[in-house]
């Protein structure tokens, strides 16, 4: 009766070290967690976040408070003074403060919306790099199979070589089949391991499964749009766009601030302040008033060895630059979205064509078999026909989750990626993929 309880702890204890089995969502929790690269984004908005502040500060009320005591020496002697104050000043006017808050505003949108657009980038790094090892498994399971069928092809050569009824020419054939499917093996099984670790990178959580597509998988498209209805929409609502956008009104504050140089400031300042009369020496002497004074000034430039102009003409090269970074996104992000929606849409058919081309390709295998058996068929035939199984196995697998990375950037171009379309393809990941041990070791 004392053997369950301590099983049960046993288990418990060391059940945080065992790797579990993961789906994409997991896998995106765990990114969200630990990424690197999406932390640094997460800092970046905190410091964009702060700019507004950092300019809004100048344009509040200043006050600092003194106290200090002065030794002096004259010619009847030496002596020291004591006095206390509290002074005040305030930005009537400024426009380049006022400007450079407007600017800092931006920069504070465009850090929240690239901070948004890194968010979107994380769900597709992470699917990225949960698809690419579920394609490499897949494909390393047909590298293994067909090195087990070359093996079995070269061991059935050999055989009929020993008693005369093959030459050795196909012994040579079946052997030299046989070697590159083991060199297939074992680069799939080194791709595996490649892609796991960079799963790993973004995750920081090893797993021992992970959740595919099933074999009756069928692709559908997300939404019945048009081409040109994802583009409208990226237009509108992408966020790496926004952000561009942003940091071009940040661009036209500075060219204001920079203008601002010519313009005169108003400021007011007050000062409030007594004597402390424990610090005279000789004793202080009389009443202890408190000195008060209220100045409004003006400043007005006139001459500043032409580095207003100059700093003009930077923050107007700057806005420029900053437009056509607008301009080329607006290209890119435009191109993206039709490229991801006609990625979808083909993406349908290729998966479709991939799953008849391995079917076809399996028969074909299974007909060279059956004819090498009645005499019909070489080896090589054999051989052939199993490379060509290959080679469609691996291609059905990468098609089947470039459709899904496809859809998912397709979003992402338009803008209105989110975790609910995570959790959309992470519905149709219901298959069990156990990684190789060895093979997903931290």
Request: net charge negative; charged share 15%.
């Amino acid at each position: 009766m004392l053997r369950h309880p301590l099983a049960i702890a046993l288990v418990l204890a060391l059940a945080p070290f065992a790797a579990q089995a993961d789906d994409l969502m997991q896998s995106y929790q765990n990114a969200r967690n630990s990424d690197p690269q999406f932390a640094q984004a997460e800092s970046a908005r905190l410091i964009s976040a702060e700019r507004p502040v950092i300019a809004r500060s100048v344009l509040l009320p200043h006050i600092s408070g003194s106290i200090g005591t002065t030794r002096y020496s004259n010619g009847s002697g030496n002596g020291r003074t004591g006095s206390w104050g509290l002074n005040l000043s305030q930005t009537l006017f400024d426009y380049g403060d006022i400007s450079a808050l407007r600017g800092a505003k931006a920069q504070d949108r465009a850090g929240g919306y690239t901070l948004a657009a890194a968010g979107q980038t994380l769900i597709t790094r992470t699917s990225a790099a949960y698809f690419n090892v579920l394609v490499q498994m897949e494909t390393l399971s047909a590298a293994e199979a067909a090195e087990a069928a070359a093996k079995k092809q070269f061991d059935y050569a050999s055989k009929r070589l020993e008693v005369g009824l093959a030459p050795i020419t196909d012994v040579h054939e079946a052997r030299a089949q046989y070697d590159g499917a083991r060199a297939n093996t074992m680069l799939a099984r080194n791709a595996v391991q490649d892609a796991y670790q960079a799963l790993l990178e973004i995750t920081n959580a090893p797993v021992s499964v992970l959740k595919g597509l099933p074999d009756d998988f069928t692709p559908a498209l997300p939404a019945q749009r048009s081409a040109a209805d994802w583009v409208a929409e990226a237009m509108a609502s992408n966020p790496t766009l926004q952000a561009q956008q942003a940091s071009l009104e940040a661009a036209e504050a500075s060219v204001a601030t920079a203008r601002a140089g010519h313009y005169p400031t108003v400021g007011l300042s007050a000062s409030y302040g007594k004597a402390i009369t424990g610090l005279y020496d000789p004793a202080f002497i009389g009443p202890n008033h408190a000195s008060t004074s209220v100045g409004l000034s003006i400043s007005i430039p006139i001459f500043s060895g032409f580095a207003v102009q100059s700093n003009v003409r930077s923050a107007l090269a700057q806005r420029d630059s900053a437009a056509e970074a607008v301009e080329q996104t607006k290209r890119a992000i435009e191109r993206s979205t039709r490229s991801a929606y006609q990625a979808v849409v083909t993406g349908i058919s290729e998966v479709e064509a991939r799953r008849l081309e391995v079917v076809s390709a399996q028969s074909a295998y299974d007909a060279s078999q059956v004819g090498l058996e009645v005499g019909t068929r070489t080896v090589l035939d054999v051989l052939n026909n199993q490379r060509t199984l290959f080679s469609a196995q691996q291609a059905y697998a990468q098609a089947k989750y470039s459709f899904l990375q496809s859809r998912l950037l397709l979003e992402q171009s338009a803008g209105s990626l989110d975790v609910a379309d995570l959790e959309d393809i992470n519905r149709l990941l219901t298959s069990d993929k156990p990684i190789q041990a060895g093979l997903a070791s931290p």
